[in-house]
């Protein structure tokens, strides 16, 4: 059972900037893909960005060229650094882990979330 525990979450004004952490309680060389999911207020959780073990990136369009996702192996840390915050930008922002331990047995992981609030 993987834990993921986000940080980093927080109020910043329109145009600002924020990095967000998602920490594993175990070796993410083990985690085959993680991303960034996100749900504001009466919406559904959305994708925002994913980085697989290979390091390979994707983004949701609405993100893409203001959002970077990247992880380090060796604090078992990934993170998701957002520049160019919009207030649309504003939700709880979820970590996510997909492990795929055999062929018939995939699991996957959620943090509990952290608020982002992008206002003036």
């Known amino acids: 059972q993987v834990q993921l525990v986000e940080s980093g979450g927080g109020l910043v004004q329109p145009g600002g900037s924020m990095r967000l952490s998602c920490a594993a309680s175990?070796?993410?060389?083990?985690?085959?893909?993680m991303g960034w999911y996100r749900q504001a207020p009466g919406k559904q959780r959305e994708l925002v960005a994913t980085i697989t073990s290979g390091g390979s990136t994707n983004y949701a369009d609405s993100v893409k060229g203001r959002f970077t996702v990247s992880k380090d192996n060796a604090k078992n840390t990934m993170y998701l650094q957002m520049n160019s915050l919009k207030p649309e930008d504003t939700a709880v922002y979820h970590c996510?882990?997909?492990?795929?331990?055999?062929?018939?047995?995939?699991?996957?992981?959620w943090g509990q979330g952290t608020q982002v609030t992008v206002s003036s």
């Open positions: 996510n882990a997909v492990q795929l331990i055999t062929i018939w047995d995939v699991r996957m992981y």
């Open positions: 175990e070796s993410i060389d083990k985690i085959n893909s």
